[in-house]
């Protein structure tokens, strides 16, 4: 399974203010983190690196929305939503993470 559709009908991860994901998930999409070459077309070996992401949020993270959020700010929202979003996967046995010498 695509790590693209393990985030549909999942809570948001990014929670700004006018996050749509207050229990209905609908709008939620996965949201691909940007940045160190792990973006949409430079996947670090097919992983897609992103966080679950209501149709608000997604859209303030993709500058469609403008806001006075600060961008370092939005970029470390979406980093910590990833992880959270990482730990989720792996405490439900989705993915692995395999350590090797």
Same mark, same amino acid.
């Given at each position: 399974?695509?790590?693209?559709?393990?985030?549909?009908?999942?809570?948001?991860?990014?929670?700004?203010? !006018?996050?749509?994901?207050?229990?209905?998930?609908?709008?939620?999409?996965?949201?691909?983190?940007? !940045?160190?070459?792990?973006?949409? *077309?430079?996947?670090?070996?097919?992983? %897609?690196?992103?966080?679950?992401?209501?149709?608000?949020?997604?859209?303030?993270?993709?500058?469609?929305?403008?806001?006075?959020?600060? *961008? %370092?700010?939005?970029?470390?929202?979406?980093? %910590?939503?990833?992880?959270?979003?990482?730990?989720?996967?792996?405490?439900?046995?989705?993915?692995?993470?395999?350590?090797? *010498?």
């Amino acid at each position: 399974m695509k790590m693209t559709e393990l985030a549909k009908g999942r809570p948001c991860e990014i929670r700004l203010d !006018g996050c749509q994901s207050g229990g209905e998930n609908e709008t939620t999409v996965f949201a691909h983190l940007n !940045g160190a070459g792990i973006g949409l *077309k430079n996947r670090a070996g097919g992983f %897609d690196w992103g966080c679950p992401a209501c149709f608000n949020c997604h859209n303030i993270l993709d500058g469609r929305i403008l806001t006075n959020y600060d *961008k %370092d700010w939005l970029d470390t929202l979406h980093k %910590d939503g990833t992880i959270r979003f990482q730990q989720k996967l792996a405490k439900e046995e989705k993915i692995f993470i395999v350590i090797r *010498k």
